[in-house]
């Protein structure tokens, strides 16, 4: 046994030095998420038994807005993580503190007015009809977008140390936040179902503010600290590098525009054709079978800079054989989203018992559109790290051209399953693109758009 553990050990420990940073990211990422699966597993039925089911699909919708946000940094800290990436592989850290300090003065110009006109404009809104909600809500919908748009516009800041982490193929590190902030949600919550009444704004309180905090202690922290080297600074604010950051996080900001309409959007477009117990029964079905990519999503993340690192140094037999392996991965994971498919009646009566009746029929269309969308990831991931994404840019452009009509007809028709079934269909539509561009790519032999 002693001699089993010695030899993975050195598995882990040796060999190419951007491929030991990618396992033990993958090792250190795997522990963490598989906490942040069982939060987030403990989560679904305490919260159920502090709210009804109706107002947790009202969550739900809310949360979804508050994702729709997380998107709109204009691309800035997707475009710092290649830019960034770069600048420590040419060991050229003044450009790095540079780049740092730019993004977050960019955020904060975007960010904190924003923010000051949500606050102001919110009550004015009458949100349980948009979201198809009894009137009798609308009054706690308002408090508790209230709190959720102050913390994300907060949050949308801070979140550019996980960007700096990821730079630095620390993504295990980085991954590590936002499991303390929802394991500190989940005792709140857990106190609020013994202390008080149902409450939207409470619920969104406890889950909203808690990663923000871990967020800002943990950027104090490693600034100070670890990444003193880059740490943000005004004096090392360069306006003119706004242009070169953005220039790629522009191209980021089309495309993530693009996953907010497909997937963020999908709980409203469901609660409009259903009701907020759709969107309910959907959320559930997602969480379930996103345990199955855990681990490939794990793998995945480390692997966006460790190819923007192997690209600049023109590393193609690293790439090659890492395309490979990840497809051999994923194959197995579509394996196992099938069984999970199978025996969900089973799992969903262990996990949620009676408070939720989840179709069958629900699930096997969640599964169709997160095996097309695990594909889609898989190969955008790759591709992000070459810095290469106009093709990208424009296919989720007409992506967003097919999706809307595409659920809004598919929506009247099946309901919630039609709104899920359209978003698989638009991702079954990228896959052939991408697989041709990557190919390309990684077998140096992409020329015209396909290397822009």
């Known amino acids: 046994m002693l001699f089993k553990i010695r030899n993975i050990f050195k598995r882990i420990t040796t060999g190419n030095e951007r491929s030991v940073k990618v396992k033990k990211n993958f090792i250190a990422s795997l522990g963490i998420k598989g906490v942040s699966i069982a939060v987030t597993f403990f989560l679904v039925p305490i919260t159920l038994g502090y709210v009804s089911d109706e107002l947790y699909g009202i969550w739900l919708i809310l949360s979804s807005v508050l994702w729709m946000l997380h998107y709109f940094d204009v691309g800035f800290t997707l475009g710092l993580k290649n830019k960034l990436t770069e600048a420590i592989a040419a060991n050229d850290f003044e450009r790095g503190r540079q780049l740092v300090s730019t993004t977050y003065m960019m955020l904060m110009i975007i960010f904190i007015p924003l923010g000051i006109i949500l606050e102001l404009i919110t009550p004015f809104i009458p949100w349980a009809n948009w979201f198809n909600a009894p009137d009798q809500y609308n009054a706690e919908i308002t408090s508790a977008l209230q709190v959720m748009f102050a913390c994300v516009c907060l949050q949308m800041i801070v979140n550019t140390l996980v960007s700096v982490l990821s730079a630095y193929q620390r993504t295990a590190i980085a991954s590590l936040f936002p499991v303390i902030g929802n394991v500190v949600s989940l005792i709140v919550i857990v106190f609020l179902t013994k202390f008080t009444e149902p409450s939207l704004t409470k619920l969104a309180f406890a889950i909203s503010t808690m990663p923000v905090i871990v967020l800002i202690i943990a950027s104090i922290w490693l600034y100070i600290s670890t990444y003193k080297e880059i740490s943000p600074s005004f004096r090392c604010v360069r306006f003119n590098l706004v242009k070169e950051i953005f220039g790629l996080g522009a191209k980021f900001f089309i495309i993530q525009i693009q996953i907010i309409v497909v997937s963020q959007a999908a709980n409203i477009f469901i609660s409009n054709f259903s009701n907020?117990?759709?969107?309910?029964?959907?959320?559930?079905?997602l969480r379930y079978l996103n345990v199955a990519i855990m681990v490939f999503n794990i793998l995945l993340t480390p692997i966006w800079p460790a190819f923007t690192d192997a690209y600049a140094k023109k590393d193609f037999?690293?790439?090659?054989?890492?395309?490979?392996?990840?497809?051999?991965?994923?194959?197995?994971?579509?394996?196992?989203?099938?069984?999970?498919?199978?025996?969900?009646?089973?799992?969903?009566?262990?996990?949620?018992?009676?408070?939720?009746?989840?179709?069958?029929?629900?699930?096997?269309?969640v599964s169709i559109y997160v095996i097309t969308l695990s594909w889609n990831t898989f190969q955008t991931?790759?591709?992000?790290?070459?810095?290469?994404?106009?093709?990208?840019?424009?296919?989720?452009?007409?992506?967003?051209?097919?999706?809307?009509?595409?659920?809004?007809?598919?929506g009247k028709f099946l309901g919630a399953i039609g709104v899920v079934l359209s978003m698989a269909t638009v991702y079954l539509l990228y896959a052939p693109v991408f697989s041709i561009q990557l190919n390309k790519l990684i077998n140096n032999k992409a020329t015209g758009i396909w290397i822009k």
């Open 276 to 285: 907020p117990i759709e969107v309910a029964n959907y959320n559930v079905a």
């Open 317 to 365: 037999d690293w790439m090659k054989n890492i395309y490979m392996k990840l497809k051999k991965i994923l194959l197995l994971t579509i394996g196992v989203i099938i069984l999970m498919v199978i025996v969900s009646p089973i799992v969903y009566k262990l996990w949620v018992g009676n408070k939720m009746n989840i179709p069958f029929a629900m699930t096997a269309a």
């Open 381 to 410: 991931i790759l591709i992000n790290g070459f810095g290469t994404i106009k093709l990208q840019t424009y296919i989720t452009l007409a992506g967003l051209i097919i999706y809307i009509p595409l659920a809004l007809v598919l």
